[in-house]
């Protein structure tokens, strides 16, 4: 059974940054894709980034600049780097793992507050 861990969550006050970790177990198989997705009380669930295996990126229009994402050397753990984080953030943030074949898993969230 795959599992996807998150940590790194907090609150912090605006302007600051939190990294977010996403660690996959309970497979040898490779992620094809592992992005971020956030939601907000009272919002949908909104992609954030993604990073496929080859390491190529994608970004919402609304953290290009401020988050980075990156694949572990192990490839089946993803960070977020969240910086010049504003308060309209503040979400939970899901880690989802795209395999080869169409399988996908969620992590069980984790929360992010941003203090103005």
């Known amino acids: 059974q795959v599992q996807l861990v998150e940590s790194g969550g907090g609150l912090v006050q605006a302007g600051g940054s939190l ?13 094809n894709l592992m992005d971020w997705y956030r939601q907000a009380p009272g919002k949908q669930r ?4 993604g990073v496929s295996s080859g390491g190529r990126t994608n ?10 994402i990156s694949r572990g050397n192990g490839k089946n753990v993803v960070y977020l780097q969240m910086n ?11 880690c989802h793992a795209l395999f080869l074949g169409d399988a996908n898993y969620w992590g069980q969230g984790t929360q992010v507050t941003v203090s103005s």
């Open 19 to 31: 990294r977010l970790s996403c660690a996959a177990s309970g497979t040898s198989f490779s992620i």
């Open 46 to 49: 909104e992609l954030v980034a």
């Open 59 to 68: 970004y919402a229009d609304f953290v290009k600049g401020r988050f980075t």
């Open 84 to 94: 010049s984080l504003k308060p309209e953030d503040t979400a939970v943030y899901y």
